[in-house]
């Protein structure tokens, strides 16, 4: 649990977010708020005010009456019965927080799982909605709802155990109010106080990234080589010292503002209670001879209780303050309407598709990605996306899948636009290995089938490894395809490299009962013989199928039936391999370059 | 491997008081202070609850000499402001400053260390992680320890203030306390020794529901989550973890909640709130041995000794065996030994001479096969070699060896006449440029990611830009900072520019031979024939060698070498190996068929 940081800068309603989290938490488990009350009244009401005042109170008072001892020992007896039952009483409700604080993280953790995966791509690609939906996951990384729920019951069993000691004071005598009242000061000095604590961390913000990050580099493996064979660690050593150096000026610079308030709010809240206490009591010992010895003890634990109660509830308010933001964040995220919505109607089986006056542009950005897309590939058709890095081919298929929806214009599958389908089913169709293809820790047959699988489908399974030309290693494993992916929390698990995973990846393709396969650069981690293999693979899989692939290597594109060639964002030419090699276009150039020095041909290239 | 049970070499005390010592040197005034704090900040107001109250209380029974009572508040006044002041002073005018001044000189210490460790180290998991948590521990030393000093001194202190205090009072009141703490205290170690077990067992389920959650947290899965439907059994494996975090708790706590009570209930309640009184309320009563101050002053004092013991035990303690541990690494760490020694002789960076490999064999640390075996070969001057071969085959780990990261298991690499192993580590590095497969940008400014140096020709830069084909305009030049580090207005750059950038640093070094690990993995054709073009021109005065997966730009090559399984298996110019329709000729003529058919 960390205490959430508070910004000024973002400010929201905190109440209403209060009640919110409150709320989420009592609909999940209800032990945890009454819990956590039952904690609080126990700290604050039990310790604070029974035990340290009331306790005082009632002893001294029977010892200055010169009661009996009998009478003394039957109160004793009475304190020890309350103070061992309601001891027993917090441990077990302890017990009951430990697990339920848990269990509301598992369901809330659930809710936010179903809400992530109808997301929309874009979300995570839009840092200022990523930033918010990272906050809002803090809630349940960081326990931020456990955090509102010990605050809440905090605040509340503080106030009442500050009306409480205010009681006793008061019986005794009125005038020792006038000292403890300038305990309530803290508040605002806190809070001014916090906010110069906040402009400082600002402004150091830059020096600790810069601290962090040359820890970073030093220990990280993926800098040591170029920090030995290079002099680049004197150039960070030089940044760490001047971050320091920054650093100890800001301090510096705060340090009086600082001291000014520290010294105020010990003002507030220790000289002038504490000191007024003992001079008044003095005054009263001496001149007036109103004040008994246990009135006095009394009033003097007071203070620290009314200090404490009140540092408590400021401290407990601030930290709810700035979690309020992040409930703010975690309502808004449950409350999120994706903009990619679902159509109704199922997908039928493949015939075509077709980019019609497609254009595209990223939410706030300034130009097109993709400006008039129109192609249409037919069933069984083999399409290769060429074009330099950057000119809009991966755009295209987050297009095309529904990642995004086009700008202007329309993509048709089977005729009808593909906004019309079921956004789960639709994607489904499509079998897809990214260029950022990812694996995850559940086992091999796992990731190739999506699900737990019988025996029956671990068949194909292993068949779509063979396939990526994977299964023999994986079949070497002593669990064999049972085995979990990486090591993350499994000692047995396999770690694989880049080019391994890439092939279960692909499997996971080759598995699926696809209608149309999109390869974006599928290859790009195997050397050229594990290459040549995925690829005669990917044929023989994909045969009768339409397939859609991005490569940078020209010699795949050969063998498509249609080449599209994108540069700029627009579509420059199409057509077949050999139609574009007579057109003497981009594709050709390209093609010549890369060809060239496989065919040992000095070639004339010209390059424009 | 086999698994070494934790030693420590040091006792936990020698180890604290290594470390406060290596405080005392970066700044004496530091620790000084810390111990003035601890007295002052709990001594004054745990005497005042004690003695002020006990005093006052026994004047005002006594009924003599009143007005000495205001001279007691007097004193309570200035002892409380007077303490409070110099706590605060400093902390905003020493304390925050002097502790940014020891972060860096305990952190310079570990990186310069760090800097030359042996690549071998990160490779050793075990070695690895010590490492990382004695470098990420390093503040939290100083905050912890620092802590640790003040808080002692002050406990230990009022302890025995206040055990004197009480024993001027009654003794007895005293046994009574300590007999309390006595009994219970020692269910602290229960205590501590089951939330320890519960946290290591739920580290453990943690890191599986916590793997889980991240899927659905982070960007990197989103696509993939929703191409495929996988979602059900992801949710249900994180289920299942929760699960058993949440059985944990239940099973843990149950016992830590049963202790809890059991020493809750007996030093608070049967010995502060029975026992104690008891005896207290029947010598006031009763015996009439004590007054009502003496009352008052035996019962504040109970807790306030029942606080320091707790702490000084408990806490202390654990905070000091916990730190121990962290000293002892950071101690070790400091002490480690490396492999690669420097030679004796300084290096040449001046023409490239002859770099000669006789039968030189590898093997990881820790591994059973050797990555590399029986190599010989010879680079002459000028040369320009490829190293071709399928993932795995070693010809990384052979460059790693030319620029000494490692060093050879057997057999030699030698410059010219000298063994590299004879000269300085810095001055052999020196002379070679390096752009690796994972290079690294750098969150400094473009210039200083070229030259890797905080000094350089900005000209040169430029120059070094322009041949390694990076075309992006740069706001502020080569002053342009690059990564959003920590500068929001950081330049960010795609795979393929980052690429650029780092082959810059070969076309930029003044050193007579260069190192390509796969240099155009991520370039566009364009701009890979462009790079090999400017390369044949930029590296005509150096020795070359480079890797590559594909085989057009191994073609101009003097020399290929081939390898396979650790050793070379084909060698000789492009010519001659498609001659020998080996290995390297099989895999050309994969990669060249579909631009020869359609010729």
Redesign the interface.
């Known amino acids: 649990m960390r205490r959430p940081p508070r910004d000024p800068n973002l400010k929201v309603p905190v109440f209403k977010n209060i009640i919110y989290a409150l709320k989420l938490v009592w609909q999940n488990d209800k032990r945890l708020l009454i819990g956590y009350m039952i904690n609080g009244f126990s700290a604050n009401i039990f310790m604070l005010y029974i ?1 340290n005042i009331l ?2 109170k009632v ?2 008072g ?3 009456k ?4 009998e009478s ?2 039957r109160t ?2 009475v ?2 019965v309350l ?2 039952s309601l ?2 009483v917090s ?2 409700t ?2 009951i927080v ?2 339920s ?3 509301v ?2 369901k809330l ?2 809710r ?3 809400k ?2 109808t ?1 929309d ?1 874009e979300c ?2 839009n840092p200022e909605f ?1 930033d918010k ?2 906050r809002a ?1 803090n809630v ?2 960081w326990s931020y709802y456990d955090f509102v729920c010990s605050c809440v019951s905090n605040i509340v069993s503080a106030i009442v155990s500050l009306a409480l000691v205010i009681g006793t004071v008061t019986a005794i005598n009125p005038v020792y109010l006038l000292f403890l009242a300038p305990v309530f000061l803290v508040f605002i000095i806190e809070s001014f106080k916090s906010k110069q604590v906040y402009k400082r961390d600002l402004e150091m913000t ?1 020096n600790n ?3 962090a ?3 970073r ?3 990280l ?21 001047a971050a ?1 150096d920054s ?2 000026e800001i ?2 610079k ?3 503002k ?2 000014i308030f ?2 105020v709010s ?1 003002l507030f809240s ?2 002038i209670p ?2 007024g206490t ?2 008044y ?2 005054y009263q ?2 001149y007036t001879n109103t004040l008994t ?2 009135g ?2 009394v009033v ?1 634990s007071s203070i620290n209780a009314v200090r404490e109660s009140t540092m408590n509830i400021a401290r407990n308010f601030d930290m709810l303050v700035g979690s309020a933001l992040y409930f703010q964040n975690l309502r808004d995220f449950f409350e999120y309407e994706p903009k990619i919505t679902s159509g109704d109607k199922m997908p039928e089986k493949f015939e075509s598709l077709e980019f019609r006056n497609v254009t595209f542009r990223y939410p706030s950005a300034e130009k097109n990605t993709l400006e008039n897309i129109s192609f249409k590939i037919d069933k069984g058709e083999t399409f290769a996306l060429v074009g ?3 000119a809009g081919k991966s755009t295209l298929i987050k297009l095309l ?1 529904r ?1 995004y929806d086009v700008t202007n214009g329309e993509i048709l599958y089977n005729g009808i636009n593909i906004k019309e389908y079921n956004l ?1 089913a639709y ?2 169709s ?1 079998g ?1 290995v ?1 260029q ?3 694996n ?3 086992s091999v047959y ?1 990731n190739v089938v ?3 699988c019988s025996d029956e489908e671990k068949a194909i399974a292993e068949k779509a490894l063979r396939q990526s030309g994977i299964w023999k290693k994986i079949a070497s494993l002593p669990k064999g395809a049972d085995t979990v992916l990486t090591r ?2 499994d000692k047995n698990g396999i770690g694989l ?1 880049g ?1 391994e995973n890439q092939k279960v990846s692909a499997a ?1 393709l080759f598995a ?1 009962d696809f209608e149309f396969a999109v390869l974006d650069e599928p290859s ?1 981690a ?5 290459e ?1 293999k995925m690829y005669e693979n990917l044929i023989e899989v994909t045969k009768n199928k339409t397939v859609l692939y991005i490569s ?1 290597r ?3 594109a ?2 498509s039936d249609k080449i599209i060639v994108i540069g700029g964002g627009r579509v420059l030419e199409e057509g077949s ?2 139609e574009l ?1 007579a057109k003497d276009g981009k594709y050709k ?3 010549t ?8 041909e000095k070639e004339e ?1 010209e ?1 424009d | 491997m086999t698994k070494t049970k934790e030693r420590q070499h040091h006792s936990t005390f020698s180890n604290i008081f290594y470390f406060i010592g290596l405080l005392f040197k970066i700044s004496p005034t530091l620790v000084i202070g810390e111990f003035i704090m601890g007295i002052l900040t709990t001594l004054p107001t745990r005497l ?2 004690v003695i ?2 006990k005093y ?2 026994d ?3 006594s009924g003599e000499n ?2 000495n ?2 001279y ?2 007097v004193l ?2 200035v002892i ?2 007077g303490s ?2 110099f706590a ?2 400093f ?3 020493f304390w ?2 002097a502790k ?2 020891v ?2 000189g305990l ?2 210490i ?2 310069e260390k ?2 030359q ?1 042996d ?1 071998e180290s ?1 490779d050793d998991p075990e070695f ?1 992680n010590s ?2 948590l004695t ?2 521990s390093s503040s939290d030393n100083i905050t912890n320890l620092l802590g640790l000093v003040r808080n002692y001194v002050g406990n230990l202190i009022s302890f025995f203030t206040i055990a004197g205090v009480m024993l001027t009072i009654d003794p007895v009141c005293l046994l009574i306390i300590l007999t309390f703490i006595g009994i219970f205290l020692p269910l602290s170690r229960k205590r501590g020794a089951l939330q320890m077990a519960r946290r290591r067992d739920n580290t ?1 389920y943690h ?2 529901s916590d ?1 889980f ?1 991240r ?3 982070l ?17 249900e ?3 299942d973890a ?2 058993d ?2 059985a944990n ?2 099973r843990y ?2 016992k ?3 202790v ?2 059991l020493q ?2 007996g030093i ?3 010995g502060f ?2 026992a104690l ?2 005896y207290l ?2 010598c ?3 015996k009439e041995s004590l007054g ?2 003496d ?2 002053a035996a ?1 504040n004092g109970a807790y306030s000794i029942a606080a320091s013991i707790n702490f000084l035990t408990v806490w202390a303690v654990a905070i000091f065996s916990e730190r121990g541990k962290m000293i002892e690494k950071y101690r070790e760490f400091l002490k480690s030994d490396f492999k690669i020694k420097d030679g004796e002789k300084v290096a040449p960076c001046g023409k490239p001479e002859e770099i000669r490999i006789e039968n030189l064999s590898f093997t990881y640390p820790g591994n059973d096969k050797p990555t590399l075996k029986n190599i010989n070969l010879t680079i002459k001057p000028y040369e320009k070699i490829a190293l071709v ?4 085959a070693g010809k990384t780990t052979l460059t ?1 060896l030319m ?1 000494r ?1 490692y060093d050879v298991s057997g057999g030699s690499i030698s410059i010219g006449a000298e063994d590299i192993r004879n000269v300085t ?1 810095k001055s052999h ?1 020196d002379r ?3 752009v ?1 497969q ?3 940008l ?3 400014s473009a210039g ?1 990611n070229v030259a ?3 000094k350089f020709d900005e000209e040169k830069v430029k120059t070094a830009l322009k041949n390694s084909g990076f075309e992006k305009d740069l706001k502020k030049g080569v002053f342009t900072e690059l990564l959003r ?3 929001d207005e950081g330049r960010m750059l ?3 520019e980052s690429q650029k950038v780092a082959i810059a ?1 070969a076309f930029y070094k003044n050193c007579p031979y260069i190192i390509l690990d796969e240099p155009s ?1 991520n ?5 890979e ?2 790079l ?1 073009q400017a390369m044949i021109e930029a590296a005509e005065q150096k020795t070359v060698i480079f890797i590559s ?5 191994t ?2 090559a003097d020399r290929i070498y081939v390898m396979e399984n650790g050793e070379i298996i084909e060698s000789g110019s ?1 010519e001659e190996l498609m001659k020998m329709n080996g290995t390297y000729a099989y ?2 003529n ?10």
């Open positions: 035990q306790f005082l002893l001294l029977i010892l200055d010169g009661s009996s001892f003394y020992l004793l007896v304190f020890l103070s061992v001891m027993g441990c077990f302890s017990y430990s697990a604080t848990k269990n993280l598992k953790n659930n936010i799982f179903s992530a995966i997301l791509v995570y690609e990523y939906y990272q996951t349940l990384a830059t990234r810069i601290k990050y040359t820890q580099t030093v220990f493996k993926d800098f040591s080589k170029d920090m030995r064979t290079s002099n680049i660690f004197s150039v960070l050593m030089q940044r760490f010292k320091i650093n100890v301090l510096r705060y340090g009086l600082l001291f520290s010294t010990s220790e000289f504490i000191i003992y001079a009591a003095a010992f001496v010895v246990s006095f003890s003097l330099v890095n950057g899948l990642f789960d994607r489904n499509f897809a990214f950022d293809y990812r995850f820790a559940i796992e999506c699900h737990e993350e929390f490299s080019g996971r699926k790009s195997l050397d050229p013989i594990a040549y940078h020209l010699s795949s050969v063998l391999h050999s090699m150039e390209m093609f370059l890369q060809a060239s020095s496989y065919n040992n290239t390059n | 005042i609850s002020g109250l006052i209380v004047v005002v029974e009143l007005e009572i205001f007691a508040v309570i006044a409380l402001v409070k002041l605060w002073i902390q905003e005018f925050n400053m940014e001044k972060y860096y952190n310079k570990l990186y760090a800097k460790l690549l990160y690895y490492f990382i470098i990420e453990e890191r599986r793997y959650q899927i659905f947290y960007q990197d899965y989103a696509k993939e989550v929703r191409i495929n439907d996988i979602h059900p059994l992801l949710i494996r994180y289920n929760a699960d975090v949440i708790q239940k706590h149950k830590i909640s049963a809890a009570f809750d209930a608070q309640d049967l709130m029975f009184p008891l309320g029947y006031v009563l009763v009502a101050g009352f008052v019962f071969g399928y993932n795995g790693n620029l990261l580590a590095r070679f440029s390096a690796f994972d290079f690294q750098f969150a400094c200083e890797l140096d905080e580090e920590f500068d795609s795979g393929g640093r993995a370039l566009d054709p364009i701009a024939y462009n090999n997966h594909r085989l057009s730009t073609v101009n492009h895999m050309f994969l990669q060249a068929e579909k631009y020869k058919d359609n010729k």
